[in-house]
């Protein structure tokens, strides 16, 4: 089996194309097969293994490293480390609130947010507004391909999540708060929707781990040391704390997001996700909550007057030389989807390694 393995990725991922940085190039096939078999070697179950490969593709397509194959490594730790159920079966429930429930079962979230998606449309739909409460998931994916799903159910929509604790309260030195992605989805008449999706924190952690895997400094402003000194070193940081964006702002934000995402739903802060960690470097188990909100319900005969309103708005920002958050990813999709993905050759010894 292990042999087969082996032999599979040798042939799927042999990179077509060299580049000078030392990067590879393969295609959305090739990382897609990649990855389905590392997952699958280690024992994920096929519909998990399928749910979540779809997410790291996507954020390699859009270019978003920190959420892409790197990944893996740390998902494999995860999975040896007993932290998450490899075949769990997530199960949806509804009543008559506005409120689906899934269960992931100790499961990865992808397939969780899949199950349950397709209720909580229908909720909004019928209520104008619903929640969907994400219970006992293993989380470590990007919130933009949730929102831009709802999207293309015509939905607005938000997202967030706990993660572990790993951000300093704004005026406190101590790790306490996730990095807590906070995603919000806007369906516009054609073309892409407007999305943003971005941590509380200053920068995600897989950026900080990123800068330490290339020995880059970071920014100043974005962490502390375990002594509460600022640090430019990613290794200090990960030992100190990482700050949330805008001070007191994102502080708050992240506050909101433990309570509404974590109590509110009757799941896990990241604090307590740390814990439940007890030092395996697993990734966080907490819950997930969206909230969809439906335009027809709303705005009723109404909408496509308000949609060319919104549609106003967002023109007006780019007139000025801005750019829409998300942009930069939709772009990114189009030139990988002609010149394929690159991967650094260090990453993709490292995925190499993974199927062994
Ligand atoms: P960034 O600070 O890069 O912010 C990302 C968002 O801001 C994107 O929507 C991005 O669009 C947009 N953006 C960036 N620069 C600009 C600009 N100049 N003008 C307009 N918009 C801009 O990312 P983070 O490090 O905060 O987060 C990265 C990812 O990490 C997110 O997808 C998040 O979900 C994920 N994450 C997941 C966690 C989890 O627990 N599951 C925890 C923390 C983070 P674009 O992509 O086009 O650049
Ligand atoms: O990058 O901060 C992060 C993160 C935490 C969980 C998943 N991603």
């Known amino acids: 089996m292990q ?36 997952l699958r070697h280690h024992g994920l179950a096929q519909e998990q293994a399928t749910a979540l490969t779809e997410l790291i593709v996507a954020a390699e397509r859009g270019e978003c490293p920190s959420h892409g194959v790197y990944r893996l490594a740390g998902l494999v730790r995860t999975m040896k480390s007993g932290k998450v159920k490899l075949d769990a079966r997530p199960s949806v429930s509804v009543d008559d609130t506005a409120i ?33 409460a994400i219970n006992r998931c293993v989380h470590f994916t990007a919130l933009w391909p949730e929102v831009e799903a709802l999207c293309a159910d015509g939905l607005v929509s938000m997202a967030m999540t706990p993660s572990h604790s790993w951000v300093a309260p704004a005026g406190g030195v101590k790790p306490l708060f996730g990095t807590n992605p906070f995603a919000f989805g806007w369906p516009r008449p054609s073309g892409n929707p407007y999305v943003f999706d971005f941590a509380t924190s200053m920068v995600a952690r897989g950026e900080i781990e990123l800068h330490r895997q290339r ?50 739903i009757g799941d896990l802060t990241s604090a307590q996700s740390q814990h439940f960690d007890d030092g395996a470097g697993a990734a966080p188990f907490h819950g997930e909550l969206v909230i969809a909100l439906c335009p027809n319900v709303f705005l009723k005969d109404a909408k496509d007057r308000y949609f060319e309103s919104a549609e106003g708005l967002l023109n007006n920002i780019v007139a000025q030389g801005a750019r829409l958050p998300s942009q930069r990813r939709f772009e990114a999709r189009v030139r990988t989807g002609l010149n394929g993905i690159s991967v650094s050759r260090p990453q993709y010894e490292i995925l190499k390694s993974l199927t062994l």
């Open 100 to 132: 689906v429930r899934v269960d992931a079962d100790s499961g990865f979230s992808p397939l969780a947010f899949n199950l349950g998606r397709p209720r909580l449309a229908e909720k909004a739909r019928k209520h104008g507004i619903a929640a969907m």
């Open 215 to 264: 020995n880059e400094p970071l920014p100043d402003g974005w962490a502390i040391d375990r002594n509460g000194k600022p640090t430019n070193d990613a290794a200090a940081a990960m030992s100190g704390a990482l700050l949330t964006f805008g001070g007191h702002k994102g502080s708050a934000l992240s506050t909101m997001i433990e309570l509404i995402a974590g109590p509110l």
């Open 3 to 38: 042999q087969a393995q082996t032999m599979l990725v040798a042939t799927i991922a042999s990179p077509r194309e060299e580049v000078p940085d030392d990067s590879l190039i393969l295609s959305e096939a090739e990382i897609t097969k990649l990855t389905l078999s590392i």
